[in-house]
């Protein structure tokens, strides 16, 4: 069992920055992806950004050039550093754990931490 805490949400202005960190307890090893997943109000959660335990990153496009995932292999830590915040940015950010145990795929989520961006 993995669980996920995030923290480094809160309220900010259009243009600043936020640097998000999501530590991992349980049995993060091997195969496994990290991330973050967003979800504003009144829409689906979607993908922000996700890394792998080897360092291979994937973003989504409002993500490109703004944002930047990384991890600390040996705490368990994912972090998303956020710059030119835009008020769309605005939404509950969700860590995220995809781990492989032996042949089998497990997903984990965090709580959510909220990042408020203001005009």
């Known amino acids: 069992q993995v669980q996920l805490v995030e923290s480094g949400g809160g309220l900010v202005q259009a243009g600043g920055s936020l640097r998000l960190s999501c530590a991992a307890s349980g049995s993060i090893f091997g195969t496994n992806i990290m991330g973050w997943y967003r979800q504003a109000p009144g829409k689906q959660r979607e993908l922000v950004a996700t890394?792998?335990?080897?360092?291979?990153?994937n973003y989504a496009d409002s993500a490109k050039g703004r944002f930047t995932v990384s991890r600390d292999n040996a705490k368990n830590t994912v972090y998303l550093q956020m710059s030119s915040l835009k008020r769309e940015d605005t939404a509950v950010h969700y860590c995220y754990a995809r781990v492989l145990y032996g042949s089998t795929w497990y997903t984990f989520w965090g709580q959510g931490t909220q990042v408020t961006v203001s005009s």
């Open positions: 890394i792998t335990n080897d360092g291979s990153t």
